[in-house]
């Protein structure tokens, strides 16, 4: 079994740190938790830590001077007066059990991560099933342009800062706050933003009702401010009643938008194109002209969410467009990352939910050319729960490649698999193969590349989709496999 969050709380996890320097994080690889590591260290406590394989994020603690142990030993807590780790963890895993063992205090990222916002007069999170790694993006780089010493805690790589993290000040804290597991309930904003409530990680939550509680929850503990898009109807069923100030946001272009005297801050005039976005932004405090050189209305929501945030804590007019304008996408996110032999555009995007490739495809259509796709699922519940929405978006694709679900935490004990998506994909009127179908030596995505290869043509766009191990292919198709 996994591990699951602990629900200790700032104060008693203050209390167990009190006098304590060495702290252990296992899964210090991961992109949450290299940030919590290498935060910790910022603020004086001596930080080590295990994963099962190298990677940019432990070669980047590494260069900090944090021991990380590449494998998972009983032995490598030695001297460690807590232990940090992901609910990605099982419980046998051998030093989650020493430290039980030895009653060393074991404290879950999210709960740590509340511990170590708390200190903070702005602590701004950033929630919705998605979207929020690049609304946290895109508010880094509206703080960083207005020269605030913010410290960061990202989900996705921000590129002004190459990594996951800023270890900053105390005064301002911003943070991914991520639903999965009700991790966001350890945490403690003073600002957040509420981007989008939908149905998703079926392995935890029954229904959409327990996810508009459990956001319902979360909003509870929001002290001041709640930027809310007010487009989505289940936001605004959870907004209902809550003490916290709301912000109301939304754009011209939403699919069903309320009556425009109803938002705080709302998007018009907007114009978009291949190379990004303009629009003009209404606020009580007046009209600001934006721009954001990444294309979408799907980020131009993002940038009105980040850009009403950011407002929220007293940051200037023209920082916010200042930032927005600098801003370089979040790594993974529709992410120009080559091209093919042939010269067809390689982007990476992390999309693996229905409503998330809907926006992306819908996006790339910008792009000119045939539109191929690289798709792995995450999870065989998801892509039980999810597999009709999955289909339908995935045929506004031309041709659709589906590799092997990626199984992360679950077994594959579901009877659910990638072949039967694409068939359900082609029976929807698209055009999709299964990676398992394709002949060739080597491995699936040697196999897939070479057929992606000799599909692509110059001028295609070939995006690489999914949250799991996908991201290498990208590295096969540049290489021309």
Request: hydrophobic letters at 40%; glycine letters at 10%; charged letters at 20%.
């Amino acid at each position: 079994m996994n591990t699951v969050n602990t629900r200790y709380g700032k104060d008693a996890i203050g209390a167990m740190l009190e006098g304590k320097k060495n702290i252990f994080f296992v899964g210090i690889g991961g992109i949450n938790m290299s940030s919590l590591a290498a935060i910790s260290r910022a603020r004086g406590f001596n930080v080590s830590g295990s994963d099962r394989a190298r990677s940019p994020e432990t070669d980047g603690l590494e260069a900090l001077g944090i021991r990380v142990f590449h494998t998972h030993d009983a032995s490598n807590i030695d001297g460690a007066d807590a232990l940090v780790y992901t609910v990605s963890v099982p419980d046998d895993n051998p030093e989650y059990v020493r430290a039980g063992e030895l009653s060393i205090p074991r404290i879950s990222r999210a709960d740590y991560l509340g511990w170590l916002m708390s200190g903070s007069s702005f602590r701004v999170g950033v929630s919705g099933m998605h979207g929020k790694s690049t609304v946290t993006c895109m508010c880094a780089s509206i703080m960083l342009a207005a020269g605030i010493d913010v410290t960061i805690s990202s989900g996705a790589v921000v590129h002004e800062l190459g990594c996951t993290y800023r270890a900053g000040g105390d005064e301002y804290f911003l943070f991914e706050s991520c639903e999965y597991k009700d991790s966001f309930l350890s945490f403690y904003p003073t600002h957040a933003a509420i981007l989008n409530i939908d149905m998703d990680h079926p392995d935890y939550f029954r229904d959409l009702d327990h996810v508009k509680d459990s956001f319902s929850r979360y909003m509870d503990k929001i002290e001041d401010s709640a930027v809310v898009n007010w487009s989505d109807p289940n936001v605004r069923a959870v907004a209902a009643g809550k003490k916290c100030r709301l912000i109301k946001f939304g754009t011209e272009a939403d699919a069903d938008p309320r009556p425009r005297s109803e938002y705080d801050a709302f998007a018009d005039a907007v114009k978009m194109d291949r190379y990004g976005s303009s629009f003009t932004l209404h606020t009580s405090g007046g009209c600001i002209a934006l721009h954001i050189p990444v294309p979408g209305i799907h980020n131009v929501r993002d940038a009105v969410a980040a850009a009403a945030l950011t407002l929220s804590v007293g940051i200037s007019p023209d920082a916010v467009a200042a930032g927005l304008a600098s801003f370089r996408g979040a790594a993974r996110r529709m992410e120009l990352v080559g091209k093919t032999e042939s010269g067809a555009d390689v982007y990476l995007d992390y999309s693996h939910h229905p409503t998330e490739i809907t926006a992306a495809l819908s996006t790339a259509r910008m792009m000119g050319g045939r539109l191929i796709v690289v798709f792995q699922p995450h999870t065989y519940t998801r892509t039980r729960e999810l597999l009709g929405e999955f289909a339908r978006s995935l045929t506004l694709a031309d041709d659709v490649v589906v590799a092997d679900i990626y199984a992360a935490r679950e077994a594959d004990i579901y009877g659910v698999n990638s072949k039967m998506l694409a068939d359900l994909i082609n029976a929807d009127g698209g055009r999709a193969v299964w990676s398992g179908s394709l002949d060739g030596g080597g491995d699936e995505f040697s196999r897939i590349a070479r057929h992606v290869v000799a599909l692509a043509s110059a001028n295609d766009c070939v995006i690489v989709m999914g949250a799991g191990s996908i991201a290498r292919e990208a590295d096969y198709l540049r290489a021309g496999v």
